[in-house]
């Protein structure tokens, strides 16, 4: 069968459409991205990474996975094309039978996963050829796609694309799953390094403006996932069918401003109703991370029902569970400055 993959795409996210016709060719209008999928000799492959990796942070059904990702109708676990060495993606399903364990976020918007791996008769057995493609991503630096089931109810199942992630080893029983960075156009730093905040863009504008739209997609997961898909300030975290709405990263330092969406720690996650009042500078968090609201009379007023005026001089109430994801001091200052001008 012809499969025309690489370009269907969940119709919540209808704006990548014209990013991966672009990112096929490894161009960005007339901007060169150096990309490590470009090493990828075989097309179908490098057009399935892409799709996985444009649809980084969606929630899939899986009646629409099984069209769009090869092997998805019959591979459970680890999926290896026939004619590849190298696997192409692994799942996570719930109830499966292996413990679960949530990713660790880094505050470049990596992640890092263990994936267990397969094994016959309750015993793990490397000799499989699935788990031997993913050795051999270890060894050839192929990055593969994490997929982890949402919803599990008959007729309804769903999946949440993680990313696409580089197998950076085996511990001896798991394969370690390293996603890649926001920036995912170089090679990602395998390990638990810190780097140091970066708060301003550092590319060319021009480059920026063909970047700005992808990297704010993947912004936006990381920080999501950064504050367990909840507002910092009501904590509230819809999740409609599977999929999570009205929830949005702001940025610290402003887009406009040159501040990076490379770095969760120039992110704080809201939801729409609290970002609108962050961008207005009705409120700003100082750098102990509590809340500070305009002094404005009629803002106040207005505000009575919402809870903002309760978390006034509080810190705020949902935060990274782990120091290194919280807002950047300097990014903080920033803000702050911009917020005494308003
Ligand atoms: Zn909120």
């Known amino acids: 069968m012809h499969r025309t993959l690489g370009y269907r795409l969940p119709t919540n996210h209808p704006r990548f459409a014209i990013n991966i016709a672009r990112m096929v060719g490894g161009l960005w209008g007339h901007v060169r991205v150096v990309d490590p999928l470009e090493n990828?000799?075989?097309?179908?492959?490098?057009?399935?990474?892409?799709?996985?990796?444009?649809?980084?942070?969606?929630?899939?059904?899986?009646?629409?996975?099984?069209?769009?990702?090869?092997?998805?109708?019959?591979?459970?676990?680890?999926?290896?094309?026939?004619?590849?060495s190298h696997a192409l993606w692994?799942?996570?399903?719930?109830?499966?039978?292996?413990?679960?364990?949530?990713?660790?976020?880094f505050p470049d918007g990596s992640w890092i996963y263990h994936y267990t791996p397969e094994g016959r008769k309750g015993k793990?057995?490397?000799?499989?050829?699935?788990?031997?493609?993913l050795l051999m991503c270890i060894e050839d630096r192929v990055?593969?796609?994490?997929?982890?089931?949402?919803?599990?109810?008959?007729?309804?199942?769903?999946?949440?694309?993680?990313?696409?992630?580089?197998?950076?080893?085996?511990?001896g029983?798991?394969?370690?799953?390293?996603?890649e960075p926001i920036k995912w156009d170089e090679d990602p730093v395998a390990g638990r390094t810190v780097p140091a905040f970066q708060p301003f863009e550092q590319e060319s504008l021009l480059r920026l403006e063909t970047l700005r739209t992808?990297?704010?997609?993947?912004?936006?997961?990381?920080v999501r996932r950064a504050y367990n898909e909840k507002c910092s300030m009501c904590e509230v975290g819809y999740r409609v069918h599977g999929r999570i709405v009205g929830l949005e990263a702001a940025h610290i330092i402003p887009i406009?401003?040159?501040?990076?969406?490379?770095?969760?720690?120039?992110?704080?996650?809201?939801?729409?109703?609290?970002?609108?009042?962050f961008d207005e500078y009705a409120w700003v968090p100082d750098e102990d991370l509590r809340v500070l609201v305009t002094a404005d009379d009629e803002f106040r007023a207005s505000a009575a029902a919402n809870c903002i005026l309760e978390c006034e001089g509080r810190r705020l109430p949902n935060l990274p569970p782990k120091m290194d994801l919280l807002p950047a001091v300097e990014a903080l200052r920033y803000r702050l400055d911009k917020f005494r001008d308003a």
């Open 214 to 222: 992808q990297r704010d997609m993947r912004f936006g997961v990381a």
């Open 173 to 179: 029983t798991h394969f370690i799953l390293k996603g």
């Open 90 to 105: 692994v799942r996570e399903t719930l109830r499966g039978p292996y413990p679960d364990r949530e990713p660790e976020v």
């Open 40 to 84: 990828i000799k075989d097309q179908n492959m490098r057009r399935q990474l892409l799709l996985i990796r444009s649809n980084t942070g969606s929630v899939i059904e899986s009646r629409e996975l099984r069209d769009l990702l090869m092997g998805f109708r019959g591979q459970k676990g680890i999926y290896k094309p026939s004619r590849s």
């Open 143 to 171: 990055p593969v796609g994490v997929l982890r089931q949402r919803i599990a109810k008959p007729g309804e199942s769903s999946y949440e694309v993680l990313g696409l992630a580089y197998v950076t080893g085996f511990d």
């Open 124 to 133: 793990t057995d490397m000799d499989l050829d699935t788990n031997r493609s």
């Open 256 to 277: 406009e401003n040159r501040g990076t969406s490379l770095d969760v720690r120039n992110g704080i996650l809201l939801c729409r109703n609290h970002h609108i009042l």
